[in-house]
């Protein structure tokens, strides 16, 4: 089997699997993709077990999957996607709009979130910068956290501490939180500020720790709420 770089080298359309226990959304989805010629649909799963087992074999690049499905849900579908493919993108397509899914999916190592209600050619876009440009942080995904935080705006003993937090940041790490949270990948920055990726994740790293935070979607909840994007 031929490695990452070859596969791609030699098969310039997005190869795209598609993950839905509805076979009537799987086809409708599949013939609206038809009429991209960048965009090749590989595969289809009906449920999160076959999903697995058809990503190993067929190595795409970016996946459509459902969160709620019988036996394997997306969200574990998701991890053990990760886990043996990383160089897969994963976008969450579904009809939930619930903010801890929403989460969960980024912290499981979702790309990008999209609700079934989406235009198509919003999801043929999606679709092409999350396989460009890495992970995006989806519009209503921060909005939705804008929304969830927004009742702290009354603790100013929180709020004090978090700007105390954030007065720490250089202004190049300002400027790269922002990006980051605008759903930014390493690679894009990089380019955005005429640097290098290793300098990137040298400011991400502090970024973490001088925000004790975990991850992007930490700090991108932070950035959020301090009004940066």
Do not use: W
Request: hydrophobic share 40%.
């Amino acid at each position: 089997m031929p490695g990452e770089g070859q596969r791609r080298d030699h098969a310039p359309n997005i190869r795209l699997m598609l993950v839905d226990d509805h076979l009537l959304f799987r086809e409708g989805i599949h013939s609206l993709l038809r009429k991209h010629s960048d965009i090749e649909v590989v595969a289809e799963a009906s449920g999160g077990r076959q999903a697995v087992e058809l990503a190993s074999d067929t190595l795409p690049d970016v996946i459509l999957l459902d969160l709620n499905m019988p036996g394997m849900d997306g969200i574990e579908v998701c991890q053990r996607l990760r886990s043996c493919s990383a160089s897969t993108r994963i976008i969450i397509l579904t009809i939930s709009r619930d903010l801890s899914s929403i989460v969960e999916a980024v912290r499981a190592g979702a790309s990008g979130y999209l609700t079934k209600d989406t235009g198509s050619s919003e999801l043929v876009d999606t679709v092409r910068r999350v396989y460009h440009e890495g992970n995006l942080l989806e519009p209503i995904l921060a909005d939705r956290l804008l929304a969830e935080f927004s009742h702290l705006s009354n603790l100013t003993e929180k709020e004090g501490f978090e700007a105390g937090l954030f007065a720490t940041l250089s202004p190049r790490e300002t400027e790269i939180l922002k990006l980051v949270a605008g759903g930014k990948a390493n690679k894009v920055i990089a380019a955005e500020l005429n640097i290098s990726e290793h300098t990137v994740r040298n400011h991400i790293s502090n970024i973490f720790q001088k925000l004790q935070v975990n991850d992007r979607t930490e700090a991108a909840v932070l950035a959020v709420k301090r009004g940066l994007i």
